[in-house]
């Protein structure tokens, strides 16, 4: 699986996608000013799965199937360090549920699936 964290949330959390190919924002060229295109544009060519809580990315896909798959964060405001234990507890379930589908919501409660 690979995958590519935005800028709004930690590249920290890509220590917890273990056996993935995981990307932060700010590792691109123009790091965390890339583009969202210029990420949708990666994603579909990498076949790699946003992870993001920019929900420009929502009407994205909705309007124009980009990114490649998406897992849009709706977490509120947590602090950083209840991000990355979220992420901690739940990276692997996100991983699964990305194998099948390729829309997810993630709530502090629940992970949805959106198609």
């Excluded at 995958?3 to 590792?27: E, R």
Aim: glycine share 2%; with cysteine; aromatic share 8%.
């Amino acid at each position: 699986m690979k995958i590519l964290i935005d800028a709004h949330l930690p590249a920290t959390i890509c220590q917890f996608f273990k056996n993935c190919d995981c990307k932060h924002t700010k590792t691109l060229l123009k790091g965390n000013q890339t583009k969202d295109s210029t990420i949708n544009d990666l994603s579909l060519k990498e076949k790699r799965a946003v992870i993001t809580k920019d929900t420009d990315f929502y009407y994205s896909y909705l309007a124009n199937q980009k990114p490649y798959k998406l897992v849009l964060v709706k977490l509120g405001n947590m602090r950083l360090s209840e991000i990355k234990e979220y992420f901690k507890n739940n990276a692997d379930k996100i991983t699964e549920k990305l194998k099948e589908h390729s829309f997810i919501i993630v709530e502090k409660n629940k992970i949805r699936i959106l198609e």
